[in-house]
């Protein structure tokens, strides 16, 4: 078990280094200019070359690189540009929303998608199951943004129930936050339920058709007992595996859904930082998701071993 | 025992709670305001970004600030007199007067604030270079020797625009006007929270209580600034409509700013009042002067007769309500409003256009327009001005791009094979337009000059006389002047001038209508 | 019958069952998506030449006789917007969806006939995987400009590791085949074996995997014209349409609702033709497709 975190780490690092080098190359061999942004449109060009010199960019490329490489090392992932503010504070002060806003999505969908799958699996072929495979096609296929503005409309504004916006923090205010999380995490999640619920439908389909589970049927045990006791944990694997794959579009969704619902998170940082140049803060952003993608994963291989005991590494 | 126990329990466990809930000990007015923008960058002479001009009016104070009628007063100045040759002014500072940091506002602080504001404001380059000297004459007077009149004085230090002048500490006015600076110390009526200060997603006001008004009431941005209110929180939301729902149910208390179309989401609501906002916007086409086909003033004449304000406004405003088919250059309802020279008839005329491109000898060359896509009052400009220049026979590309990428890309007089432009569009708040000397428009330097490159000596020449002229009527008739030759060289096209709402929850009294979002004056029942 | 038998022959009519029912789905979904491609081909027949008419004096009109989808804020017809929009989003997705298949059977032929290739490429797209797609297509797009070329190429990006290693894992499992060895054994060139007896294994699942990633990038196309950093207005596609829309969707809801729907209707048939191909495609290979996407 440690041989396999240990080597799991080490082969993380290389990758934070592809994800280094791809951030890096993307944002520096563009046009368009953040001196200016900052400086206004009079500025003159003596102006500009003491805010980029301020800032850095008028050293050679690879010098950039190298000088950038060395203070992640370190654990500094640069200041922003614009407001001077470190970014792993700016990532910190925003994390709480999105992680609680992550969690919240990430809860309803266990608690929802998996069951709905593996009752779809479970009565194959009947009008639930065709009811969850439609259902599931169109959580892929809405875009995330049209259904925040739906359910804004119909639940925030026509019907008064839900605030149309802004965050609370559980820890100031629980059923405040709760009130504020509803809608939002219900637009992150509807994507990630139309995924988990195939998914956890088709692998137990196949599972269910397997003789293990023929055995237990034989034996004489009791539908459910054959669920949930074989069938199921044997489906686990693909299922595990595609939420890992799934925090992905969890991150991509929780962009436009910090957006369409105003919470200060981390996505919204993102899109900010990006439309305004802010550089260092893009960089350390996309880094920050990279890593935490990897130890998601990292943490579902490790999860693979506690479910199914014929993985070894 | 055990009571003592779980009663200390209690006690320590109200202690804590109290600790890490201060604000909840005392119930603090809070006014929740939403902006047009977010805020990021803190220093205004190093950005002329409206937000950070309008954060720094609530933490600034001002020497003279204009009124509802654009007209320059008296602000942190108690009085003030000219030499009789003209050649030297003389400023006394109010009593009171004191920083956030306890010091107290002295005349070197003022100068060093002209000092750096004069490094990079139109206005306050053009006094930098007719300025022989300034000098403290006592801690709160001081002194400016010219080697000639200096008639917009008044006006420059009351500037409401890009880039107003502030009043900072010597210690941080003497850094360069390049430096970005950080540390907020103003002697404005609003202290800023920097602990609660997130940049693009809301920043925090406090009274600061040791601020001294003027006595009269609060006039636009002139008069006495009182703050009734103890806390103000500025949230950004990057979607208006959310904004506006927010608004409706009372989640914030303002909001600064929308559009015509979005009023009528409002217009309902019994719960909130909506005001047309005092200051308009222009929006205007730029040409480049520099590249052909624009750099003949045929071509652009050509432009000039298709183009009607009422087809612009009606397609991006639409509701006749909210706009202003505006002939002056230098704003409507403003002293210097003049409707000289205005070649619009409100009918395009295709014949004329088509006239004066053969007689160009354009040849149906394709011109590129640029615009920002990320910015909504931008949005409906190019597609229409595309439309437009389809009719007369003149083809064209729209390249979009991200707003500092426009800024970088319009800064430039290249050819468009290298990196150019041929048109693009520019939209002002009108409070930049008012000021002959200040209305960037009206830089006529050529290649060095605003973007657009205007190339017109004989409008220099104008504007420096303007500069000399302390006579009002002489000084309409220099702008009438200016703006007949403005019309006829086609320096831009204006494409009318058009009003945003405000809004407020009905138990919000108070608010100053201004071109600048400003929270004094303001209650909250 | 036996309990046993009774499951294995209801299992068997519910397997023919569902492959009834799954093709008449997917043949459902095919006519759709063919109704939506042939309006978006035929969009300046149907709506003539003036489509993109701005006409200042009928902005936000609701839908009715004359304009059956409403106007937008410049009085464009909405109809008209949506159809000729079809004809950008579905290049684009097909565009992404063909360039991220082909580039990444590519790497995947490769990497997983070379051995010594994979662990470098490997990484490389685990790094790729790792950064979020949407974050990705937005950057590169607001840095470089939007363009056909521009857009595609973002959307592409993200979806090529996926690509990789569904063919890789095919070719790990099909080059210890005895024909493989045969072919090897006989001499003939490694790119020619793959090409000519690997690659063929590919085809089903890889055609499966083009059809959800054609459905992803015209959803992609969406998202990256509602943040902003779309096409320019005057290219409408379902995304800058989207985006417009945004503004004033409260004033005038069927500006997001028209073009919503048929973005949602045609990704709907795409991903349902997808799961239909799939299911007649042996669902063994498709095995493959799931666990490795």
């Given at each position: 078990?440690?041989?396999?975190?240990?080597?799991?780490?080490?082969?993380?690092?290389?990758?934070?280094?592809?994800?280094?080098?791809?951030?890096?190359?993307?944002?520096?061999?563009?046009?368009?200019?953040?001196?200016?942004?900052?400086?206004?449109?009079?500025?003159?060009?003596?102006?500009?070359?003491?805010?980029?010199?301020?800032?850095?960019?008028?050293?050679?490329?690879?010098?950039?690189?190298?000088?950038?490489?060395?203070?992640?090392?370190?654990?500094?992932?640069?200041?922003?540009?614009?407001?001077?503010?470190?970014?792993?504070?700016?990532?910190?002060?925003?994390?709480?929303?999105?992680?609680?806003?992550?969690?919240?999505?990430?809860?309803?969908?266990?608690?929802?998608?998996?069951?709905?799958?593996?009752?779809?699996?479970?009565?194959?072929?009947?009008?639930?199951?065709?009811?969850?495979?439609?259902?599931?096609?169109?959580?892929?296929?809405?875009?995330?943004?049209?259904?925040?503005?739906?359910?804004?409309?119909?639940?925030?504004?026509?019907?008064?129930?839900?605030?149309?916006?802004?965050?609370?923090?559980?820890?100031?205010?629980?059923?405040?936050?709760?009130?504020?999380?509803?809608?939002?995490?219900?637009?992150?999640?509807?994507?990630?339920?139309?995924?988990?619920?195939?998914?956890?439908?088709?692998?137990?389909?196949?599972?269910?058709?397997?003789?293990?589970?023929?055995?237990?049927?034989?034996?004489?045990?009791?539908?459910?007992?054959?669920?949930?006791?074989?069938?199921?944990?044997?489906?686990?694997?693909?299922?595990?595996?595609?939420?890992?794959?799934?925090?992905?579009?969890?991150?991509?969704?929780?962009?436009?859904?910090?957006?369409?619902?105003?919470?200060?998170?981390?996505?919204?940082?993102?899109?900010?930082?990006?439309?305004?140049?802010?550089?260092?803060?893009?960089?350390?952003?996309?880094?920050?998701f990279a890593l935490i993608y990897i130890g998601v994963n990292l943490l579902i291989d490790i999860a693979y071993v506690i479910v199914d005991p014929r993985i070894r590494y | 025992m055990l009571t003592n126990r779980r009663e200390a329990l209690a006690l320590s466990a109200g202690a804590l709670f109290a600790a890490m809930n201060p604000a909840r000990a005392q119930t603090k007015k809070t006014l929740r305001l939403a902006p047009h923008a977010a805020l990021r960058v803190l220093d205004p002479v190093v950005t002329n970004a409206y937000i950070t001009r309008n954060h720094a009016f609530m933490v600034y104070d001002t020497l003279f600030a204009v009124d509802s009628h654009y007209r320059p007063q008296p602000q942190m100045v108690k009085e003030w007199s000219v030499g009789d040759d003209k050649l030297s002014w003389t400023f006394v500072l109010r009593e009171g007067l004191a920083f956030h940091d306890g010091q107290?506002?002295?005349?070197?602080?003022?100068?060093?604030?002209?000092?750096?504001?004069?490094?990079?404001?139109?206005?306050?380059?053009?006094?930098?270079?007719?300025?022989?000297?300034?000098?403290?004459?006592?801690?709160?007077?001081?002194?400016?020797?010219?080697?000639?009149?200096?008639?917009?004085?008044?006006?420059?230090?009351?500037?409401?625009?890009?880039?107003?002048?502030?009043?900072?500490?010597?210690?941080?006015?003497?850094?360069?006007?390049?430096?970005?600076?950080?540390?907020?110390?103003?002697?404005?009526?609003?202290?800023?929270?920097?602990?609660?200060?997130?940049?693009?997603?809301?920043?925090?006001?406090?009274?600061?209580?040791?601020?001294?008004?003027?006595?009269?009431?609060?006039?636009?941005?002139?008069?006495?600034?009182?703050?009734?209110?103890?806390?103000?929180?500025?949230?950004?939301?990057?979607?208006?409509?959310?904004?506006?729902?927010?608004?409706?149910?009372?989640?914030?208390?303002?909001?600064?700013?929308?559009?015509?179309?979005?009023?009528?989401?409002?217009?309902?609501?019994?719960?909130?009042?909506?005001?047309?906002?005092?200051?308009?916007?222009?929006?205007?086409?730029?040409?480049?002067?520099?590249?052909?086909?624009?750099?003949?003033?045929?071509?652009?004449?050509?432009?000039?007769?298709?183009?009607?304000?009422?087809?612009?406004?009606?397609?991006?405003?639409?509701?006749?309500?909210?706009?202003?088919?505006?002939?002056?250059?230098?704003?409507?309802?403003?002293?210097?409003?003049?409707?000289?020279?205005?070649?619009?008839?409100?009918?395009?005329?295709?014949?004329?256009?088509?006239?004066?491109?053969?007689?160009?000898?354009?040849?149906?060359?394709?011109?590129?327009?640029?615009?920002?896509?990320?910015?909504?009052?931008?949005?409906?400009?190019?597609?229409?001005?595309?439309?437009?220049?389809?009719?007369?026979?003149?083809?064209?590309?729209?390249?979009?791009?991200?707003?500092?990428?426009?800024?970088?890309?319009?800064?430039?007089?290249?050819?468009?094979?290298?990196?150019?432009?041929?048109?693009?569009?520019?939209?002002?708040?009108?409070?930049?337009?008012?000021?002959?000397?200040?209305?960037?428009?009206?830089?006529?330097?050529?290649?060095?000059?605003?973007?657009?490159?205007?190339?017109?000596?004989?409008?220099?020449?104008?504007?420096?006389?303007?500069?000399?002229?302390?006579?009002?009527?002489?000084?309409?008739?220099?702008?009438?002047?200016?703006?007949?030759?403005?019309?006829?060289?086609?320096?831009?096209?204006?494409?009318?001038?058009?009003?945003?709402?405000?809004?407020?929850?009905?138990?919000?009294?108070?608010?100053?209508?201004?071109?600048?979002?400003?929270?004094?004056?303001?209650?909250?029942? | 019958?036996?309990?046993?038998?009774?499951?294995?022959?209801?299992?068997?009519?519910?397997?023919?069952?569902?492959?009834?029912?799954?093709?008449?789905?997917?043949?459902?979904?095919?006519?759709?998506?063919?109704?939506?491609?042939?309006?978006?081909?035929?969009?300046?027949?149907?709506?003539?030449?003036?489509?993109?008419?701005?006409?200042?004096?009928?902005?936000?009109?609701?839908?009715?006789?004359?304009?059956?989808?409403?106007?937008?804020?410049?009085?464009?017809?909405?109809?008209?917007?949506?159809?000729?929009?079809?004809?950008?989003?579905?290049?684009?997705?097909?565009?992404?969806?063909?360039?991220?298949?082909?580039?990444?059977?590519?790497?995947?032929?490769?990497?997983?006939?070379?051995?010594?290739?994979?662990?470098?490429?490997?990484?490389?797209?685990?790094?790729?995987?790792?950064?979020?797609?949407?974050?990705?297509?937005?950057?590169?797009?607001?840095?470089?400009?939007?363009?056909?070329?521009?857009?595609?190429?973002?959307?592409?990006?993200?979806?090529?590791?996926?690509?990789?290693?569904?063919?890789?894992?095919?070719?790990?499992?099909?080059?210890?085949?005895?024909?493989?060895?045969?072919?090897?054994?006989?001499?003939?060139?490694?790119?020619?074996?793959?090409?000519?007896?690997?690659?063929?294994?590919?085809?089903?699942?890889?055609?499966?995997?083009?059809?959800?990633?054609?459905?992803?990038?015209?959803?992609?196309?969406?998202?990256?014209?509602?943040?902003?950093?779309?096409?320019?207005?005057?290219?409408?596609?379902?995304?800058?349409?989207?985006?417009?829309?945004?503004?004033?969707?409260?004033?005038?809801?069927?500006?997001?609702?028209?073009?919503?729907?048929?973005?949602?209707?045609?990704?709907?048939?795409?991903?349902?033709?997808?799961?239909?191909?799939?299911?007649?495609?042996?669902?063994?290979?498709?095995?493959?497709?799931?666990?490795?996407?």
């Amino acid at each position: 078990m440690l041989r396999l975190v240990a080597l799991r780490i080490a082969m993380a690092v290389p990758v934070m280094l592809v994800v280094a080098t791809i951030v890096f190359l993307l944002l520096r061999l563009s046009p368009g200019d953040p001196a200016l942004i900052i400086a206004g449109e009079t500025a003159g060009p003596e102006a500009l070359a003491r805010i980029r010199a301020d800032m850095g960019l008028d050293r050679p490329l690879f010098v950039q690189y190298l000088a950038w490489l060395a203070e992640i090392a370190r654990g500094h992932l640069g200041t922003s540009v614009l407001s001077k503010i470190p970014v792993l504070s700016l990532i910190f002060d925003r994390l709480e929303p999105t992680l609680v806003l992550a969690l919240s999505a990430i809860l309803i969908t266990v608690l929802v998608a998996v069951p709905l799958g593996a009752v779809a699996a479970w009565r194959h072929n009947s009008w639930v199951d065709r009811a969850v495979m439609m259902l599931s096609v169109l959580g892929f296929s809405v875009p995330a943004f049209v259904i925040g503005y739906i359910l804004i409309l119909l639940f925030s504004v026509k019907a008064d129930i839900f605030p149309v916006q802004g965050y609370v923090s559980p820890f100031d205010d629980p059923v405040a936050a709760l009130r504020h999380l509803a809608l939002p995490s219900i637009t992150l999640a509807l994507v990630f339920m139309a995924l988990i619920s195939r998914v956890t439908r088709s692998s137990l389909l196949e599972v269910l058709g397997e003789d293990f589970v023929r055995t237990a049927r034989a034996k004489g045990n009791v539908e459910r007992r054959v669920l949930w006791r074989h069938a199921l944990p044997n489906a686990a694997v693909p299922i595990i595996t595609v939420i890992g794959l799934g925090i992905a579009l969890l991150i991509s969704g929780v962009v436009v859904t910090e957006s369409v619902f105003n919470l200060p998170g981390v996505g919204r940082l993102t899109i900010d930082a990006i439309l305004a140049r802010d550089y260092p803060v893009v960089q350390g952003l996309m880094l920050f998701f990279a890593l935490i993608y990897i130890g998601v994963n990292l943490l579902i291989d490790i999860a693979y071993v506690i479910v199914d005991p014929r993985i070894r590494y | 025992m055990l009571t003592n126990r779980r009663e200390a329990l209690a006690l320590s466990a109200g202690a804590l709670f109290a600790a890490m809930n201060p604000a909840r000990a005392q119930t603090k007015k809070t006014l929740r305001l939403a902006p047009h923008a977010a805020l990021r960058v803190l220093d205004p002479v190093v950005t002329n970004a409206y937000i950070t001009r309008n954060h720094a009016f609530m933490v600034y104070d001002t020497l003279f600030a204009v009124d509802s009628h654009y007209r320059p007063q008296p602000q942190m100045v108690k009085e003030w007199s000219v030499g009789d040759d003209k050649l030297s002014w003389t400023f006394v500072l109010r009593e009171g007067l004191a920083f956030h940091d306890g010091q107290p506002v002295t005349a070197e602080d003022c100068i060093a604030s002209i000092a750096r504001w004069a490094k990079k404001d139109v206005v306050g380059l053009r006094l930098a270079a007719v300025t022989t000297g300034m000098r403290a004459v006592d801690a709160k007077t001081f002194r400016i020797e010219l080697k000639e009149p200096f008639g917009p004085m008044l006006e420059g230090f009351a500037r409401p625009s890009s880039i107003p002048l502030f009043i900072m500490p010597k210690r941080i006015a003497d850094l360069p006007a390049d430096k970005v600076l950080e540390e907020v110390v103003g002697s404005g009526p609003f202290r800023f929270v920097q602990s609660e200060f997130r940049p693009g997603v809301s920043w925090v006001y406090e009274r600061n209580d040791k601020y001294v008004p003027r006595a009269e009431p609060p006039d636009g941005l002139a008069g006495g600034k009182v703050v009734k209110v103890d806390r103000v929180e500025v949230v950004w939301f990057p979607s208006k409509q959310t904004a506006i729902n927010a608004l409706a149910k009372g989640e914030i208390d303002l909001l600064e700013n929308m559009n015509a179309d979005q009023r009528s989401l409002l217009a309902d609501n019994k719960g909130v009042t909506i005001r047309r906002r005092p200051g308009p916007n222009a929006s205007t086409i730029r040409f480049n002067w520099a590249q052909p086909p624009f750099d003949n003033v045929k071509v652009r004449q050509a432009v000039q007769a298709v183009v009607t304000q009422q087809d612009y406004m009606d397609a991006s405003i639409g509701d006749p309500e909210s706009y202003q088919v505006c002939p002056a250059f230098f704003g409507c309802g403003t002293p210097l409003e003049t409707a000289v020279g205005f070649p619009d008839t409100g009918k395009p005329n295709l014949a004329k256009a088509k006239a004066l491109l053969q007689e160009a000898g354009y040849k149906g060359e394709k011109i590129v327009i640029i615009t920002p896509g990320d910015i909504a009052s931008f949005a409906p400009l190019a597609p229409l001005t595309q439309q437009l220049l389809r009719q007369i026979g003149i083809p064209s590309e729209i390249q979009t791009m991200e707003w500092s990428a426009f800024l970088a890309r319009r800064a430039k007089a290249d050819p468009v094979a290298e990196g150019g432009w041929n048109l693009a569009h520019a939209v002002f708040d009108r409070i930049d337009l008012i000021s002959p000397l200040g209305n960037l428009n009206f830089d006529a330097r050529g290649k060095g000059a605003y973007t657009g490159f205007v190339e017109d000596p004989e409008t220099e020449a104008l504007k420096g006389r303007y500069q000399r002229e302390t006579d009002p009527a002489k000084q309409k008739a220099i702008v009438e002047a200016m703006q007949k030759r403005a019309y006829e060289l086609v320096f831009y096209i204006p494409l009318g001038t058009y009003f945003d709402y405000e809004a407020f929850r009905s138990n919000v009294s108070g608010y100053v209508p201004s071109p600048v979002m400003v929270a004094w004056g303001v209650d909250k029942a | 019958m036996s309990a046993t038998e009774r499951a294995t022959s209801s299992a068997r009519r519910t397997h023919f069952v569902e492959a009834l029912l799954a093709n008449r789905v997917a043949l459902f979904s095919g006519i759709l998506l063919l109704a939506i491609v042939l309006s978006a081909v035929l969009a300046t027949v149907i709506t003539g030449d003036d489509a993109f008419l701005i006409r200042p004096r009928q902005r936000l009109r609701p839908p009715g006789a004359e304009f059956w989808f409403g106007t937008d804020a410049l009085g464009r017809d909405v109809f008209a917007l949506v159809l000729h929009g079809g004809r950008i989003s579905l290049l684009v997705g097909l565009l992404a969806a063909l360039a991220g298949a082909t580039v990444g059977t590519a790497i995947g032929l490769l990497t997983g006939y070379f051995r010594w290739l994979d662990p470098i490429v490997m990484r490389v797209m685990d790094g790729v995987m790792a950064i979020p797609g949407i974050l990705f297509a937005v950057a590169l797009v607001s840095l470089v400009g939007p363009s056909l070329v521009t857009i595609v190429a973002a959307i592409t990006f993200a979806e090529i590791p996926r690509v990789t290693r569904l063919v890789r894992s095919v070719v790990l499992s099909v080059r210890e085949e005895s024909y493989v060895r045969a072919a090897e054994g006989l001499g003939i060139p490694p790119l020619l074996v793959l090409v000519r007896h690997i690659l063929p294994s590919c085809i089903a699942p890889l055609i499966v995997q083009t059809t959800y990633m054609f459905a992803a990038a015209i959803l992609s196309e969406a998202v990256l014209g509602f943040l902003g950093v779309g096409f320019p207005p005057d290219l409408p596609s379902w995304g800058n349409v989207l985006a417009e829309g945004r503004a004033v969707f409260q004033r005038a809801p069927w500006t997001i609702i028209a073009p919503g729907l048929f973005l949602a209707v045609t990704v709907m048939a795409v991903n349902l033709l997808g799961d239909g191909l799939r299911d007649r495609l042996d669902p063994r290979l498709s095995r493959a497709a799931k666990v490795s996407s």
